[in-house]
């Protein structure tokens, strides 16, 4: 029996443990930070919290007598991913990232790209007026001080009552979304921004369609650099890689 650490939090990882559920000699652990209040619990053993470092990770790598890691983390969850690099090379588990494709500019996008949230608040002084905010709750702070701005802030979970909250509205509401859905949202709000990190995937893309269609600004965020390291792109090449380890 094999055990393969998925370092999860996304679509991909819940998927992920799923499928890894049903492959005979293949025992997974699904690692949550806990972030959320209620995530998406996936099937096979889970774990909840931080580790407490690479000293952590690497210690947890050892006492659980993990063989593989996958690191199948939000985009922009970047200090797990580097946590995770060092933690493997140390132990000498072999690693891989499953990383979604980051979304494409296409024809009809009005796109203006950022490096960090902070830049994307930069970008919205004297540019909008109403703007759907999409970059997590954990991100807020950074647009507080934007008193002439009114936020539609979506996020899956309410913001503490201590936080930096910028004036407007929350929205509590969970991927996927429809089409549909996203274009009503941008219009009964009168929105002529979006702000969003560049997750990629198809739960949250609709809202970039829905912009595109309704000649909204986009402000998007740029991923971080990630770790250097194996990658696949979807479920389908990190089964394939799990099964290459297990047969070789």
Known sequence: MMRVLILGGTGDAAELAAKVATIQGLEAITSLAGRTREPLVPLGDLRVGGFG???GLASY?????????IDATHPFAIQISFNAADAATEVGVPRLMLIRPPWEKVSGDRWMEVDNVEAAATALQNQSQRVFLTVGRQELAAFAHLEKIWFLMRMIDPPTDDALVPLGMVLC???PFTLNNERQILIRNKIDTIVSKNSGGDATKPKIIAARELGVKVVMVNRPAIPPGEQVTDVDGALAWLFDKLHN
Not at 61 to 69: A, G, H, P
């Open 61 to 69: 790598l050892r006492v659980m007598q993990i063989d593989l890691l």
């Open 173 to 175: 509401d969970r991927g």
């Open 53 to 55: 470092g690479v000293a």
